[in-house]
T-cell receptor, first 113, second 114 residues
Framework: AQSVAQPEDQVNVAEGNPLTVKCTYS??????LFWYVQYPNRGLQFLLK??????LVKGSYGFEAEFNKSQTSFHLKKPSALVSDSALYFC???????????FGSGTRLQVQP | ETGVTQTPRHLVMGMTNKKSLKCEQH?????MYWYKQSAKKPLELMFV???????ENNSVPSRFSPECPNSSHLFLHLHTLQPEDSALYLC?????????????FGQGTRLTVV
């Protein structure tokens, strides 16, 4: 079955420290991978995507993600976290032949001052 | 502002009411989507429209009825809902879904069924 897993419900990190939010996906064809962020009472905002090419993708607000085909992972990273990064983060995949995105359950990132 | 606008932002309705959610996109996209976001659950895809034609319906109960009169507007008509239908309903749009571009989301309608 086509699925996306975000194994951590919540990630806590101190401001200024690096952060990682994990995402793995089930293997089916050539998936296209996305990260979105959701702030309270808002819709989802696009951060970055991997379609093809360089495995390290850079996106908005200093975020980046690394595509690892052998581990079927697409972890979101940032070298230095900000308190304002605190939000809900969703990994999403578009599988070949599907029109819409399949989303993970989300990971809440809490950055402490 | 993502270019996708949803109204109303909040809606409280009784189980016997009929109401509609509206979504409008100003991005020139060809595809529009309805998603349901419930607490502690993955986003659930409800409907996909491509060039105003419904191309995907993910086993959604008939008490939810979508309508796409043109490529810029999408509605979700609601009738005889249940309390478990309370959730955040998100609309999104993208270019032709066969092209792997990202989707842009509206701010959502917070629906409470009483």
């Amino acid at each position: 079955a086509q699925s996306v897993a975000q194994p951590e419900d919540q990630v806590n990190v101190a401001e200024g420290n690096p952060l990682t939010v994990k995402c793995t996906y089930s293997v089916s064809g050539n998936p296209y991978l996305f990260w979105y962020v959701q702030y309270p009472n808002r819709g989802l905002q696009f951060l970055l995507k991997y379609i093809t090419g360089d495995n390290l993708v850079k996106g908005s607000y200093g975020f980046e993600a690394e595509f690892n085909k052998s581990q079927t992972s697409f972890h979101l990273k940032k070298p230095s976290a900000l308190v304002s990064d605190s939000a809900l983060y969703f990994c999403a995949v578009r599988y070949t032949g599907r029109r819409a995105l399949t989303f993970g359950s989300g990971t809440r990132l809490q950055v402490q001052p | 502002e993502t270019g996708v606008t949803q109204t109303p932002r909040h809606l409280v309705m009784g189980m016997t009411n009929k109401k509609s959610l509206k979504c409008e996109q100003h991005l020139g996209h060809n595809a529009m989507y309805w998603y349901k976001q419930s607490a502690k659950k993955p986003l659930e895809l409800m409907f996909v429209y491509s060039l105003e034609e419904r191309v995907e319906n993910n086993s959604v109960p008939s008490r939810f009825s979508p309508e796409c009169p043109n490529s810029s507007h999408l509605f979700l008509h609601l009738h005889t809902l249940q309390p478990e239908d309370s959730a955040l309903y998100l609309c999104a749009s993208s270019q032709d879904p066969r092209v792997n571009t990202e989707a842009f989301f509206g701010q959502g309608t917070r629906l409470t069924v009483v």
